[in-house]
């Protein structure tokens, strides 16, 4: 039975189908001596490389971690210059193939981030069709009003594509800075931080506190990590926000 190559590669642990789609269409993939393309399918019988390397699915048991993401941190593999990058932080550092990033945080924003063994897992966790939403804690500095809270949920038109929250909870306020709790879906490249823009609302402070069912515990400190247990695991896989 044959299945697409970035799947096949997802199972086998190379990364999310997404990140496996770049290694493709990079020429990284190797099938049966040749370089591999976009749409190339593969069984059991083919011989499949990456880096030099033969790829094998080998049944394993599903882990997902948490990380307490400081800021400053790169959610990358990749490493610029000296800024620390969120493998720095995981078990098993030095073999970063370990573990696959479901979804991303930028540099100067803290707080929960998930890890996986499975990158079909991670491809299931980030698709939006499964409704996995994402709660933020927000700072932020400006004018503040019943209008602008309207926008955030009825969505705001930002280069040419909708930006919307589900929820926003107004919180304490200090001077001229209020802390918000805000949820979102669809988890676009900086997307809290562009709505609050477009309402000329500056952001000084944003931490992710959730992702679905998964909180940031309390205790977690910054940098450090928390396996998942079973339960945890079976309520990601059956979540619907």
Request: glycine share 8%.
């Amino acid at each position: 039975m044959s299945e697409r190559l970035q799947k096949y590669l997802a199972r086998a642990g190379i990364g999310s189908r997404r990140a496996c789609e770049v290694f493709i269409k990079n020429g990284q993939v190797i099938v049966n001596g040749n370089v591999a393309k976009i749409g190339t399918t593969v069984s059991e019988k083919d011989v499949v490389e990456f880096e030099e390397k033969i790829v094998q699915v080998k049944e394993v048991d599903l882990k997902v971690i948490i990380l307490n993401k400081p800021e400053g941190v790169l959610s990358s593999n990749a490493r610029e210059k000296n800024i620390p990058i969120v493998y720095d932080y995981l078990p098993n550092a030095y073999n970063q193939r370990s573990w696959i990033s479901i979804g991303r945080l930028d540099i100067n924003t803290s707080g929960l981030m998930l890890f996986t063994n499975n990158g079909e897992f991670a491809n299931y966790c980030m698709h939006p069709s499964n409704t996995l939403d994402r709660e933020y804690l927000v700072r932020a500095r400006g004018d503040f009003t019943q209008e602008k809270k309207e926008s955030m949920l009825r969505g705001i038109l930002i280069d040419d594509e909708l930006h919307k929250f589900t929820d926003v909870v107004e919180g304490e306020k200090n001077g001229s800075n209020q802390w918000f709790s805000v949820c979102l879906i669809s988890g676009k490249n900086r997307e809290v931080r562009k709505i609050f823009q477009a309402l000329d609302l500056e952001v000084s402070r944003l931490k992710r506190t959730r992702f679905g069912p998964i909180f940031l515990p309390s205790t977690l400190q910054k940098g450090k990590t928390k396996a998942l247990d079973e339960n945890e695991i079976k309520l990601l896989e059956n979540y619907s926000g």
